[in-house]
């Protein structure tokens, strides 16, 4: 059993940066894909970014190309997603996810665990 706790979130100004946090408790971490998933009012879940157990495999969706960038410590089992230059567009709850594999997925039906998210909201 996994269990991630997201961090990071808050208000900030568009234009601003916000820099998330998923930390995961267990010692296989280093085995899992993660990936960042995000979910505005109204709206369904989609996907952010994903990322191999060894980090040296991203993805990320068009959206939020050249502006997010999703990182691994698998000494901190911790997974971060790096955001700036943020549009009030990208205000949702953001979700970490982990997957028993080592690569990351797009689909989130794919993941195994996922955090309880943490809110981002970009005023205009």
């Known amino acids: 059993q996994v269990q991630l706790v997201e961090s990071g979130g808050g208000l900030v100004q568009a234009g601003g940066s916000l820099r998330l946090s998923c930390a995961a408790s267990?010692?296989?971490?280093?085995?899992?894909?993660m990936g960042w998933f995000r979910q505005a009012p109204g709206k369904e879940r989609e996907f952010v970014a994903h990322?191999?157990?060894?980090?040296?495999?991203?993805y990320y969706a068009d959206s939020v190309k050249g502006r997010f960038t999703i990182s691994r410590d698998n000494t901190k089992n911790t997974v971060y997603l790096q955001m700036i230059s943020l549009k009030p567009e990208d205000t949702a709850v953001y979700y970490c996810?982990?997957?028993?594999?080592?690569?990351?997925?797009?689909?989130?039906?794919?993941?195994?665990?996922w955090g309880q998210g943490t809110q981002v909201t970009v005023s205009s």
């Open positions: 996810a982990a997957r028993r594999w080592p690569g990351g997925s797009f689909q989130f039906h794919q993941y195994d665990y």
């Open positions: 267990g010692r296989t971490f280093a085995n899992y894909g």
């Open positions: 990322i191999s157990s060894s980090g040296s495999n991203t």
